[in-house]
């Protein structure tokens, strides 16, 4: 992770309005990624896509726009 992805998250959350921590930001990730569903990413606001090992579930994710990845 570069500093400049950790100046972008922060402003993404107060332009979303969720008014929220980086703490709630994660978990509503991991739920949807979790729940085997594509989200925003919180970097780029690209397409996040559940990524998976050898089981069914998710082990974490990966951004297609801009590679990030959260495991």
């Known amino acids: 992770m570069t500093a400049g992805t950790l100046i972008e ?3 993404r959350l107060k332009r979303a309005g969720e008014g929220g ?3 709630d930001l994660l978990v ?3 739920q949807e ?3 085997d569903r594509t989200v ?3 970097v780029c606001a690209g397409e996040m896509r ?3 090992g050898a089981h069914a579930r998710a082990i974490g994710g990966k951004c297609a726009s801009c ?3 959260v495991q």
């Open 50 to 52: 559940p990524a998976y």
């Open 67 to 69: 590679g990030s990845t």
């Open 21 to 23: 921590t980086l703490d």
């Open 40 to 42: 925003e990413c919180p």
């Open 33 to 35: 990624i979790g729940a």
């Open 28 to 30: 509503r990730l991991w």
């Open 9 to 11: 998250a922060p402003s």
